[in-house]
């Protein structure tokens, strides 16, 4: 007699994904790093290399293995990052981009949301993602009614501190994937170097 039993699939919420980037972020920072060090260091592996752990002396006769094995957790590690820090989840570009559309971040849609809600959403928004660094560098909006039910804001002035402030961050943002992909190309370069 067999007992079958069914597991239910586990929904994962967009909340515990959101809790779940920094870590991707900081892995493949790290990965990346640690591949572009090795990369730009010049690393030459010997045809044999002992290394020891806990105790053991291990003799590993491919070391060349090892570093294709960093490149690739690199980019998987980037992938990772991608999917579920940009296409997953709302990224600091996608939600500018919705504001200047004139639509909420956390919709991408017309928000059909009763006027002060919208105000409030609308203030909310544009604290995270144009960041005044002085009260007078703030970001200019109106509120206009598009239909009887919906609302569009609309952008009318974003300072320069305010604009090199977000493009500063839109680099930090996606500094895992510059940066995989900047120590994939030169460990390519150094791989490829000596056939040429």
Known sequence: MSLLIQARPRTVTVREIDQEVPKMRRFSLIVGSALLLYSVAGVQ????????????????ER????SAALVVVALWAMARYV?????????PMRARRNLRRGNLPASGTEPT???PAFQRGAEDALARYYP??????????????????TLKVSLKRRPLLVSATTLLESVDYTAPIWLTSLAVLLWLGKLWSPCL
């Open 63 to 66: 070391p060349g293995v090892l």
């Open 113 to 115: 949301l009763e006027p």
């Open 132 to 149: 005044p660094l002085f009260q007078s560098q703030r970001v200019e909006y109106s509120i206009t009614p598009v239909s009887v039910e």
């Open 83 to 91: 999917y579920y820090g940009m296409i997953l989840t709302i990224s």
């Open 45 to 60: 592996a010997k045809s044999s290399v002992e290394l020891g752990a806990l105790g053991l002396r291990f003799d590993v």
